[in-house]
């Protein structure tokens, strides 16, 4: 957590320091033509995490990787050629594309919340780009703000909500569009409308269902295997996932840090999943902070199916 938020003018400085932030962890605010993003390394669970932990975010839902061209997009998803011609015509800009993940694509778990599909976006505005190239990685980023409040259009409404939060806010000055991008899922031969936003797309047949993208309100991923939760001990053939002073079979922090928990929720049910066990059981974790974002999607994984 941040001591102190600056705001820098959008400049080469500051995107140089917004690039030294970003390759030590931390995520900074940045303009995008939609809204302001809060950006970070999306190969880097626990910068990742720290996104939840200022935003405050009461569940993990799949987050957009944001990268400088469509050549990098393909290195880390699978792109149908009916994915490839609207990333040709509408990138960069306001158009988030969800494709099947490449395997070994290094994007952090916590990104694509367990799913086998990643959510991308080429945007336009220039001082994204330039923190894109700066920091040559991918960056995940949703928007600016703390969860729930109105999302941000200018560097002051980013301060408002995320002031000693985040280091730094890169100042662009305000959005052009002021909307979320349009979100289209292109993975089974068909293009599906997931979130309406500033690009209309012809041929979007149908609203998907379940959690692919941001701002979707369903199911998300969940093991396979009956799932038990605040548990102190392993029952008969279950894997237990500890915290803090319950080990189990894997620990998601051993020492009760929730910024590593969270960085290492989905690695650890999909490995309790594919374990020889028939049952998972987790610690229990204390909802605060970013406990609640980690308790909320146990409860969602552990729900009757």
């Known amino acids: 957590?941040?001591?102190?938020?600056?705001?820098l003018p959008f400049d080469v400085e500051a995107i140089a320091e917004a690039a030294r932030l970003i390759a030590s962890g931390q995520p900074v605010a940045v303009a995008t033509e939609t809204v302001y993003g809060?950006?970070?390394?999306?190969?880097n669970a626990e910068a990742v995490a720290r996104i939840y932990e200022a935003k405050r975010r009461p569940s993990f839902n799949p987050l957009i990787v944001h990268v400088p061209d469509l050549a990098t997009a393909e290195r880390i998803g699978e792109f149908s050629a009916e994915a490839r011609e609207l990333a040709e015509r509408y990138w960069p800009g306001p158009l988030t594309l969800v494709v099947p993940l490449r395997t070994n694509a290094g994007i952090a778990?916590?990104?694509?919340?367990?799913?086998?599909t990643i959510a991308i976006r080429v945007p336009a505005h220039p001082a994204m780009q330039a923190l894109?190239?700066?920091a040559d990685?991918?960056?995940?980023?949703?928007?600016?703000?703390?969860?729930?409040s109105i999302s941000p259009t200018k560097a002051e409404h980013v301060m408002k909500t995320l002031c000693g939060r985040i280091p730094l806010i890169v100042d662009a000055g305000p959005t052009e569009r002021g909307l979320e991008s349009t979100i289209l899922a292109a993975t089974d031969g068909r293009i599906r409308l997931l979130?309406?936003?500033?690009?209309?797309v012809e041929h979007a047949v149908e609203t998907g269902k379940g959690i692919e993208a941001p701002g979707q309100l369903a199911s998300h991923y969940a093991p396979s295997k009956?799932?038990?939760?605040?548990?102190?001990?392993?029952?008969?053939d279950e894997f237990l996932i500890g915290f803090g002073e319950v080990s189990g079979a894997a620990s998601l922090s051993p020492s009760g840090n929730l910024v590593e928990a969270a960085a290492r929720l989905f690695e650890l049910l999909h490995a309790a999943d594919e374990s020889d066990k028939s049952g998972i059981a987790v610690a229990a974790v204390p909802n605060d902070g970013l406990g609640a974002a980690i308790n909320d999607r146990l409860r969602r994984a552990a729900a009757p199916r």
């Open 1 to 7: 957590m941040a001591e102190t938020t600056r705001i």
């Open 38 to 43: 809060l950006a970070a390394d999306a190969t």
């Open 137 to 148: 990685r991918p960056l995940a980023a949703p928007s600016a703000n703390a969860s729930g």
């Open 195 to 200: 979130r309406h936003g500033p690009i209309d």
């Open 132 to 134: 894109l190239r700066a």
């Open 109 to 116: 778990g916590l990104v694509t919340a367990g799913l086998s």
């Open 226 to 236: 009956p799932l038990r939760l605040n548990a102190a001990e392993a029952e008969a």
